[in-house]
């Protein structure tokens, strides 16, 4: 389906839309050629579910500004 389209950096934060028309958020990965969904704090064994390139429609950065720093513990 992207064939034309440029692929993100690897291991960018995007929100990438499936061939069901699905809005997902997650990470692009160049080595398996896949956007991975971001499911939740289970942890970084839990890779959550893959979606190959040829299966996504279209995709763009997450706006990195809009989210707090990983490296950054809130605690309230």
């Known amino acids: 389906m992207m064939k034309d389209r440029k692929l993100p950096e690897d291991q960018s934060l995007v929100l990438f839309t499936d061939m ?3 809005p997902r958020e997650g990470t692009y ?3 398996s050629k896949a ?7 289970e942890g970084p ?3 959550g579910n893959i979606y190959p390139e040829e ?3 279209s995709w763009e950065y ?3 500004k809009d989210r707090p720093n990983p490296d950054i513990m809130i605690i309230l």
């Open 20 to 22: 069901n028309g699905v």
């Open 29 to 31: 990965k160049k080595a």
């Open 35 to 41: 956007f991975i969904e971001a499911i939740g704090d």
């Open 45 to 47: 064994e839990d890779t």
């Open 55 to 57: 299966d996504i429609v």
């Open 62 to 64: 997450l706006d990195k």
